[in-house]
């Protein structure tokens, strides 16, 4: 059963940053043949992709994140990475990886993110 397990999550003043970290469990396939993505839910509020990264790297976001998150990947180490900057209060929520272009396995944790003052 594919797994995954997200960390790096935390308290953050407007304007802040910070970087989270989703590593997948071991897997019968090339993680790198994956399209992986982040996304997130915040209270009382849909599921929302953020980001998704392509098995050639390239990037895709939406534009409320646009210019301010940054997705990236470590395949050997079967991990994706975002990257968040000029964190606003909206941007809190919890935050999950899974398939990039549709959500096909089970969640994992998340990682919970608060900007607040």
């Known amino acids: 059963q594919v797994q995954f397990v997200e960390s790096g999550g935390g308290v953050v003043q407007p304007g802040g940053s910070l970087a989270l970290r989703c590593t997948m469990g071991?897997?019968?396939?090339?993680?790198?043949?994956?399209?992986v993505g982040w996304y997130r839910q915040a209270p009382g509020k849909e599921r929302e992709r953020v980001a998704y990264?392509?098995?050639?790297?390239?990037?895709i976001y939406p534009d409320s994140v646009k210019g301010r998150f940054t997705i990236s990947r470590d395949n050997p180490a079967r991990t994706v990475y975002l990257q968040m900057r000029n964190l606003k209060p909206e941007d809190t929520a919890v935050y999950y990886c899974?398939?990039?272009?549709?959500?096909?396995?089970?969640w994992g944790p998340g990682a919970q993110v608060i900007v607040s003052s």
């Open positions: 990264i392509e098995t050639s790297g390239s990037t």
């Open positions: 071991e897997i019968e396939f090339s993680f790198s043949t994956l399209v």
């Open positions: 899974n398939g990039g272009m549709s959500p096909i396995w089970p």
